[in-house]
C-alpha cells in the first residue's frame, strides 16, 4: 500500500465535497461514510490487518479512518439535503471534519512510520 498516495487521497477529498456543493449535486453518502470502500480502508481490513495489526500505529489508524469516514459522511448528508452554506461550513477550519481529516493525516505518517512502509 502506498501511504502517501493514501495520504493524498484522503486529502482530496474536502476538495470533492467542495466540487459538490458548488456544482449543488449529490454524493454517494452510504459509500463514503463506511471506512472499508476507499483503497486504503480496504488495506486496513485486508492486507495491512494480517501484517500490521500488532503496530500500536494500526490501531491508531483504523480508528482515526473509521472517524474520517463517520465525519465524511456527515457532510455528505448535509449535500444531499441540500444545505449547501451548511456543508460548506462543515469543513472549515476547527470542525469536526478539519480535526478528523488532520488525525487520519497524522495516524497515516505515524503508522508509516512505525511500519517502515
Request: glycine letters at 6%; a neutral charge; proline letters at 0%.
Amino acid at each position: 500500500m502506498n501511504l502517501n498516495l493514501a495520504l493524498d487521497r484522503h486529502a482530496q477529498w474536502k476538495t470533492n465535497l467542495r466540487a459538490a456543493i458548488f456544482a449543488q449535486s449529490t454524493v454517494d453518502e452510504a459509500t463514503l461514510s463506511k471506512d472499508d470502500c476507499c483503497d486504503l480502508g480496504k488495506w486496513l481490513y485486508g492486507e495491512g490487518k494480517e501484517k500490521l495489526s500488532h503496530l500500536t500505529g494500526f490501531t491508531e489508524a483504523v480508528s482515526k479512518h473509521a472517524e474520517f469516514h463517520r465525519e465524511v459522511g456527515k457532510v455528505a448528508r448535509v449535500i444531499n439535503d441540500k444545505k449547501f452554506a451548511e456543508a460548506e461550513a462543515m469543513l472549515g477550519t476547527g470542525t469536526s471534519y478539519a480535526n478528523a481529516s488532520n488525525a487520519i493525516g497524522v495516524a497515516i505518517m505515524r503508522l508509516k512510520k512505525e511500519a517502515n512502509l
